[in-house]
Protein backbone atom coordinates (compact mmCIF):
# COMPACT_ATOMS: atom_id res chain seq x y z
CA UNK A 1 0.00 0.00 0.00
CA UNK A 2 1.29 3.69 -1.49
CA UNK A 3 0.29 6.55 1.01
CA UNK A 4 0.66 9.54 -0.81
CA UNK A 5 0.96 12.88 1.47
CA UNK A 6 0.99 16.08 -0.96
CA UNK A 7 0.71 19.13 1.32
CA UNK A 8 1.66 22.67 0.11
CA UNK A 9 2.06 25.89 1.89
CA UNK A 10 3.01 29.28 -0.49
CA UNK A 11 5.57 31.42 0.34
CA UNK A 12 3.34 34.83 1.83
CA UNK A 13 1.29 31.56 4.06
CA UNK A 14 -1.57 32.58 2.38
CA UNK A 15 -2.71 29.66 1.07
CA UNK A 16 -2.40 25.80 2.28
CA UNK A 17 -3.85 22.78 1.39
CA UNK A 18 -3.08 18.53 1.80
CA UNK A 19 -4.22 15.61 -0.19
CA UNK A 20 -3.81 12.28 0.52
CA UNK A 21 -3.70 9.12 -1.40
CA UNK A 22 -3.78 6.17 -1.37
CA UNK A 23 -2.47 3.53 -4.11
CA UNK A 24 -3.11 6.68 -6.52
CA UNK A 25 -6.99 7.40 -5.40
CA UNK A 26 -7.18 10.42 -3.92
CA UNK A 27 -9.12 9.83 -0.38
CA UNK A 28 -8.64 12.73 1.40
CA UNK A 29 -8.20 16.76 0.23
CA UNK A 30 -8.20 19.33 2.72
CA UNK A 31 -7.66 23.62 1.58
CA UNK A 32 -8.12 26.01 3.40
CA UNK A 33 -9.73 29.29 2.20
CA UNK A 34 -12.88 30.71 3.40
CA UNK A 35 -14.10 30.87 6.95
CA UNK A 36 -17.45 29.80 6.17
CA UNK A 37 -16.26 26.64 4.13
CA UNK A 38 -14.21 25.36 7.42
CA UNK A 39 -16.62 22.80 8.79
CA UNK A 40 -16.85 19.32 8.33
CA UNK A 41 -20.32 19.38 5.80
CA UNK A 42 -17.97 21.17 3.61
CA UNK A 43 -14.06 21.94 3.64
CA UNK A 44 -13.61 18.74 6.25
CA UNK A 45 -16.21 16.43 4.90
CA UNK A 46 -13.31 14.04 4.16
CA UNK A 47 -12.78 13.51 7.61
CA UNK A 48 -15.38 10.64 7.40
CA UNK A 49 -13.41 8.61 5.20
CA UNK A 50 -10.72 8.15 8.11
CA UNK A 51 -11.93 5.55 9.20
CA UNK A 52 -12.39 3.43 6.32
CA UNK A 53 -8.18 4.38 5.37
CA UNK A 54 -7.71 2.84 8.69
CA UNK A 55 -9.48 -0.57 7.69
CA UNK A 56 -7.54 -0.30 4.54
CA UNK A 57 -4.63 0.04 6.07
CA UNK A 58 -5.20 -2.90 9.03
CA UNK A 59 -6.03 -5.15 6.21
CA UNK A 60 -3.37 -4.75 3.61
CA UNK A 61 -0.80 -5.03 6.88
CA UNK A 62 -2.75 -8.57 7.25
CA UNK A 63 -2.32 -9.07 4.06
CA UNK A 64 1.43 -8.57 4.40
CA UNK A 65 1.78 -5.58 2.32
CA UNK A 66 4.20 -3.12 3.29
CA UNK A 67 3.19 0.05 3.46
CA UNK A 68 5.00 2.95 1.93
CA UNK A 69 4.12 6.81 2.65
CA UNK A 70 5.53 9.35 0.11
CA UNK A 71 5.53 13.05 1.50
CA UNK A 72 5.94 15.74 -1.48
CA UNK A 73 5.13 19.27 -1.85
CA UNK A 74 3.77 20.24 -5.37
CA UNK A 75 3.85 23.87 -5.55
CA UNK A 76 0.55 25.42 -7.85
CA UNK A 77 2.14 25.14 -10.66
CA UNK A 78 2.70 21.93 -11.22
CA UNK A 79 6.54 21.06 -9.77
CA UNK A 80 6.52 18.19 -7.50
CA UNK A 81 9.40 17.72 -5.05
CA UNK A 82 9.99 14.98 -2.50
CA UNK A 83 10.75 16.39 1.05
CA UNK A 84 13.80 15.51 2.72
Known sequence: ?????N???DKDDWR???EITIDGE???EFYDGEPEDNKLMRGFADCYNI?????LAY???QNGE???VVE???????EEREDE
Open 1 to 5: MEVKV
Open 7 to 9: SYR
Open 16 to 18: EFL
Open 26 to 28: LKF
Open 51 to 55: VDAMK
Open 59 to 61: EAG
Open 66 to 68: PLK
Open 72 to 78: VSQDPFG
